[in-house]
Every structure is written in structure tokens, then in C-alpha cells.
């Protein structure tokens, strides 16, 4: 690249745009093999991480949390002042989940959880987030017009209803105990788990009697 | 960093795509990538803060047109450089350099189970005094570092109730460049809509940030 003093940052532009990739399927698999080959990266261990976050570690988890939450008033007491140690009676707890706090749905509150400045996210009780909890709409938006995001979502919040918006900005994570659905008295606790779905702990949707699932 | 990562409040971003019965992963590169990073943090040759940083560090202009997954490969390349781990050549060629030695990985596959479960708990044990007790209005800070913060624009200079008091837990912003723990109180500090979006924001609703001692001042 030729000295261009009308553009003093023409020098510069190869190097930033480095970063932008033709096809990272390409990239990503010469890293692999150069990683594993300098004993950088052990590939089962590679695999072992990917088969937990893609089969075992997602929103079953908080759901399981939340219906037992619904059906014993104990738990959810527990679960309210000492969440970390209720959880991990659950089995649940660790990465992205070290210092859990629940905010609880009422007639009178509804909490929506965000991470504005990166993707903070309860990966211990939800698994990996979704695409859109980390974009750029969802994360600017979050605090600054929330009854917008939720009508987005198809979730309108009358006025009298106070929104609580939780920034991840430190290494807390939250996780929305969302109200129980009327109507689900006669519901043994898996089939409420069925009802809790990622989107109403995350706080863009309430928990629903036709819910559907914890991967919706 | 005033960089793009710090884009509470911001307009102009779009609507909100949502997928339904969205996979955890789009693609296998990014399953790999997500792996890759996970199993290079382990070697503790830098912090989950100067992780953030290393992202946040991505141009503008990129950082919104990049996918996620783009920007971990983005910053394990520059972190693997920068550390020592791998040279930028072997990070951009895919080979070896001639003569490099073979190392012994700090993670394998029967120790993952155990390292997702004890996670890595930013809390520090040491007997370090609240500045600020439950129900005292403070004011953040208005600070613009250049290096890592999690003290978020929208909320600097303005006034909030500390809510709760989270314990005392390791400080990004010198975490981040190797300036060491820092440990001090991180609380939960409610600001009303209005105090940070004015009089057209809804007369119930507020935000929560959790913010550390160093970021605050009595109100």
C-alpha cells in the first residue's frame, strides 16, 4: 500500500480489516490443526467442551430450577437469599454461573436481564445465549427503551407494571424467576419445567400455560 | 474503552432478529471456535477481562459487521501472539514453526467436566471495608479510560441507590492489563429511568448496574 498523506490512516487499513474474515470455516480449521499440533489444545478436550454447552448444559437447567421454585415455597425462599447454594442443590452451578442472583416476576415487577457491554449471560442455567440477546439491537436498546423491546418480543407491559433492567456489567449473572401461569395448579413439577422458556428467564416473554419448552 | 461495545442507549441498531428454535451453534466453526478459545483460556496466560478488552479493541466498523464467533477468533489470535503461546505466523499459516517445541495442554478431555462445574469465581476472600452501604445514593464516577472498564457510558455522572451489596470481587479495569486484582465491594446500584434517560422515560421503570467501590462517589 502506497504513503497516502491525504488519508493518514490508509497505512493502517490493512492490518485493521485483518480481522475480518473471508470464511472462518476455512481459519478456524487451520487453527484447530495448529493448536492441537503444538500441543496447545488436546482435541478431545475440544470435544468434550462443545458436547456440553450443545447437550447438556441449557435452559432445562433453569427451567428445572423455576418449577421447583413454583412448587416448593422453601426452595424458592432458598433460592431468593442464597441462590448459589440452591442451585447447586439442583446440581447446577459453575462457569458462567459462579454468582447467580434471582429477580423475581410479580403482578407489580418485571425484570429484563441484558449484558450492554459485551454478552454476560447464566451460562450455568441457560447455556450459550442466543444470537439475539448478543446483538447490537437488543444490548442498546435493552436499557434505554425496554417496554420497546418487549413489545418486540410481543410481550405489552401496562404502565402500572415497574420494568427492572439488570446489566450484566459484572461477574454476577441473573436469571428472571418468571411468574407461575394461573391455571397450572393441577401440574406435577416436570410438566411446569415444560412451561419455562429460556425467553421468559432471560425477561423478553412471560411463562406461559401453552408454553413451548425450555428450547423455545 | 469509549469504544462500540458500549452501545447501552444507543439508536439505530434495527430491530431485534429473533430465530426460533435457534441451534447453540450456526455452524461447526463456530462449535470449534467456541472450543478452541475455552480450552486456550485455560493455559491462565491472560483474564476473562483482558479477554473482554481484546474484543472490545476490534475497530468499530468491524466489530458491528463481525459475527460473534468472528470475534473470538479475532482475539485468541491476538492473545496467543501477544502471550507467547504461538507466533503470528503459525497463527496465520496454520503450521508449526520449525523446531517449535510440543507442549502438554493444560486442559484434556476428562478434566473439562470438572472445570465447568468449579467455574472461576471472581470473589476474593480477603477482609477489604464496603466505601458504601444498602440505601446510600452514589454517583458514578464520569471516567473515560482508554484501557478496560464495565463502568458503562450511560450511567457515568449519574445518581443511584445501592440496592445490595455483592461482596468484594476482583477489579476489571486493572485485571485487565496484568495491574493486579484489586479487590474491592461490588454492589447492585438502581438508577431510575429518568435519571438516565430524562424526563420522557417511564416514572417506574429503572436500571440495575452492578458497579465496584472505584467507580463511585457519595451522591
Not at chain 1, 156 to 164: D, G, I, T, Y
Request: include cysteine; aromatic fraction near 8%.
Amino acid at each position: 500500500m502506497t504513503s497516502d498523506p491525504s488519508h493518514p490512516h490508509a497505512h493502517d487499513h490493512k492490518h485493521e480489516h485483518q480481522a475480518v474474515l473471508s470464511d472462518p470455516a476455512l481459519r478456524v480449521k487451520a487453527l484447530e490443526s495448529l493448536l492441537v499440533e503444538k500441543g496447545l489444545v488436546d482435541r478431545a478436550a475440544l470435544d468434550a467442551l462443545i458436547d456440553t454447552y450443545e447437550h447438556k448444559v441449557g435452559p432445562r437447567n433453569g427451567a428445572r430450577i423455576v418449577a421447583r421454585a413454583w412448587t416448593d415455597p422453601a426452595y424458592r425462599q432458598r433460592l431468593l437469599t442464597n441462590p448459589d447454594a440452591a442451585i447447586a442443590e439442583l446440581g447446577y452451578g459453575g462457569m458462567q454461573g459462579e454468582h447467580m442472583v434471582l429477580v423475581e416476576n410479580t403482578p407489580q415487577v418485571h425484570n429484563l436481564v441484558v449484558c450492554t457491554l459485551c454478552s454476560c449471560y447464566p451460562w450455568a442455567v441457560l447455556g450459550l445465549p442466543p444470537v439475539w440477546y448478543k446483538s447490537a439491537p437488543y444490548r442498546s436498546r435493552a436499557v434505554i427503551d425496554p417496554r420497546g423491546v418487549l413489545r418486540e418480543f410481543g410481550l405489552e407491559l401496562p404502565e402500572s407494571v415497574e420494568v427492572r433492567v439488570w446489566d450484566s456489567t459484572a461477574e454476577i449473572r441473573y436469571l428472571v424467576l418468571p411468574e407461575r401461569p394461573a391455571g397450572t395448579e393441577h401440574l406435577s413439577e416436570d410438566e411446569l419445567a415444560a412451561l419455562v422458556t429460556r425467553d421468559a428467564m432471560v425477561g423478553v416473554a412471560k411463562a406461559t400455560p401453552a408454553g413451548k419448552g425450555a428450547a423455545a | 474503552m469509549n469504544s462500540m461495545h458500549d452501545m447501552g442507549g444507543m439508536h439505530g441498531m434495527g430491530p431485534i432478529e429473533y430465530e426460533r428454535n435457534e441451534p447453540v451453534f450456526h455452524a461447526p466453526w463456530e462449535a470449534r471456535t467456541f472450543g478452541l478459545l475455552s480450552a486456550m483460556n485455560c493455559w491462565g496466560k491472560w483474564t476473562l477481562d483482558a479477554l473482554r478488552h481484546q474484543i472490545e479493541k476490534i475497530p468499530a466498523a468491524d466489530y458491528l459487521r463481525m459475527m460473534y464467533y468472528e470475534k473470538w477468533i479475532a482475539a485468541m489470535v491476538e492473545l496467543a501472539v501477544s502471550s507467547g503461546l504461538a507466533t503470528r505466523a503459525e497463527m496465520e499459516s496454520g503450521i508449526p514453526a520449525p523446531g517449535s517445541p510440543r507442549l502438554t495442554p493444560p486442559l484434556t478431555g476428562a478434566m473439562v467436566a470438572d472445570m465447568i462445574s468449579q467455574g472461576a469465581p471472581s470473589t476474593r476472600n480477603v477482609p477489604i471495608a464496603p466505601r458504601f452501604k444498602t440505601g446510600q445514593r452514589v454517583r458514578a464516577r464520569n471516567i473515560n479510560p482508554i484501557g478496560h472498564t464495565r463502568l458503562p457510558r450511560y450511567a457515568r455522572g449519574k445518581v443511584g441507590t445501592i440496592e445490595r451489596d455483592h461482596g468484594v470481587h476482583l477489579f476489571p479495569d486493572t485485571n485487565a492489563h496484568s495491574l493486579g486484582e484489586k479487590p474491592q465491594h461490588v454492589y447492585s446500584i438502581r438508577f431510575t429511568a429518568r435519571e438516565l434517560w430524562g424526563d420522557a422515560a417511564s416514572p417506574r421503570d429503572a436500571v440495575y448496574v452492578d458497579l465496584w467501590d472505584d467507580y463511585l462517589e457519595p451522591a
